[in-house]
């Protein structure tokens, strides 16, 4: 009775890489090669021990502290490769963590939200067969990471990077994905959407960042509550700790069991958190393509705009640190403008209006996109069925996306200049317009965005191609030094670096006609096109 539950995983497990088989290759190969990368660019950077003690000095930084995790002893920096671990470890657990989320959010309750489970439960197959092959296929992918990761540092043949070392490094991002696959898998049963289910699913990453955080700053047993705490005490290519991976590992099987149990005692489609009932009647305005569009999407909106807003304000309460501590960092220099006349926090502050300017475009991409997978699951022709037009409903997107893009700039301005404590303050209207400087690079992605919702829905993976594109360029252009013509692709290499710089409208300009033109083509696209569904 018992094996007839999981009857069928193994045909499972083949279904769902072959749907998602494709996503897990790019989300290995852009994890795999940007780790590897790194690795391999340090030594090119922190060239002398002077340099590598320079670094470890500013762990003892609180900000940096809560930021990359607890530094070590002095004596403990001697290579890159303790470097390396220490910087790169916590940020890479983050997307190893996201890649879980969204993929076991995708083999859970998307696919029973969409009816494919209820196709296959038709079937002779058990009845936590598919739960079963989600887990066995989040497993697979995460071993692949930690195998394929770990071989490459050591294939890099850096000082301290041992084949047990490089192992670790690799187990422990593996061991921590699959706590969140866990997590996502249980949300799943409790949440009565895919996207309730991932959005739990990012809070409690959040929250696991913000303890790690607070308790390696304030109070050591506090981060023993966060995953990510376990990770960073790895202490890898230091002192090579096993037991926060089998920690870990431990976590994710309770969590796992929990998961399968919940799954067993409930119906298909139906959650333990249900969603709360609407109003009986629209108000005219939510009658509206727009009006309607708002609602529909305001909760992410929502925290997207407050995530923003916290990042910000939490870089913002450091600028008074950074000159001291950026001062001798040729890591961080590295990144920045090489400008005699402005200084390191000025210099930091432009870095960071790209960088928060980049994540501001993901929700207002996010949104125009959206038309796409409400246009797949069939909704657009509750539309269509009345007299709206098609141009209407894409330009209610459209409009939306720009709101967003504006709020989230000026939040970002908001929350760095709110809580600054540069011993030259940084005005308000510096900030905003450090921020809203940004806006055309923004709605050119927003144009692209429309450009192939409209004209080809099929290809709009290649809108997130260009943003990851640029955000590299953004942040890894001046280290890896690339052509100036690879750099131009990039629409945010052409937005004047204010404060150091005054502002061009000409670039400015240009970038306003390629989105307006981009837009229009999109929606002549949408308007000839068949809708799909």
Known sequence: MYSQSFQGTGRLIKLIFRQDGLKIFVWLLALISVSLAAAAAYPTVYTDEQSIQAFALTMNNPAMIAMLGPGYAMENYTTTAVIFGHEMLLFTAIAVAIMNILFVGRSTRADEEDGRIEIIRSLPVGRLSYLSAATIAAVMTNVLLAVLLGGGLYALGIERMDLASSLLYGANLGALGLVFAAFTALFAQLAETSRGATMFSFVALMVAYLVRAVGDVSSEALSFFSPLGWAVRTEVFVGDHWWPVLLSLAIAV????????????????????????????????????????????????????????????????????????????????????????????????????????????????????????????????????????????????????????????????????????????????????????????????????????????????????????????????????????????????????????????????????????????????????????
Request: proline share 4%.
């Open 254 to 533: 309770v969590i796992m069991v929990v998961s399968f149990y919940l799954n067993a005692i409930r119906d298909l489609g139906s959650a333990f958190i249900s969603a709360r009932k609407g109003k009986e009647h629209a108000s005219p305005f939510l009658q509206t393509p727009f009006g309607l569009n708002l609602s529909l999407q305001f909760t992410n909106i929502a925290a997207w705009a407050v995530g923003i807003f916290v990042i910000s304000a939490a870089f913002g309460a450091v600028l008074g640190d950074l000159e001291t501590y950026f001062a001798d960092m040729e890591f961080i220099q590295a990144y920045l403008a090489n400008d005699p006349g402005e200084t390191m926090t000025e210099q930091f502050i432009m870095l960071l209006m790209a960088i928060m300017s980049m994540i501001s475009a993901i929700p207002a991409v996010m949104t125009v996109l959206r038309l796409k997978g409400e246009e797949d699951k069939n909704r657009t022709e509750h539309f269509y069925g009345r007299a709206v037009s098609r141009t209407k409903v894409m330009g209610s997107y459209l409009l939306l996306a720009i709101l967003v893009s504006f709020i989230m700039q000026s939040l970002v301005a908001l929350g760095l200049w709110s809580v600054g404590t540069m011993d030259d303050a940084l005005t308000f209207s510096t900030a905003l317009s450090s921020a809203l400087v940004y806006l055309p690079a923004i709605w050119i992605m927003i144009g692209l965005a429309v450009l192939f919702v409209g004209a080809a829905p099929k290809a709009t993976g290649v809108v997130w191609f260009y943003v990851v594109f640029c955000f590299i360029i953004v942040y890894l252009g001046g280290l890896f030094d690339f052509p100036a013509w690879v750099n131009n692709i990039s629409s945010f290499e052409h937005v004047p670096l204010i404060p150091a710089e005054d502002i061009d409208y000409m670039p400015l300009t240009m970038m306003t006609i390629i989105s307006i033109v981009l837009t229009i083509v999109g929606f002549i696209g949408y308007n000839k096109r068949d809708i799909q569904g």
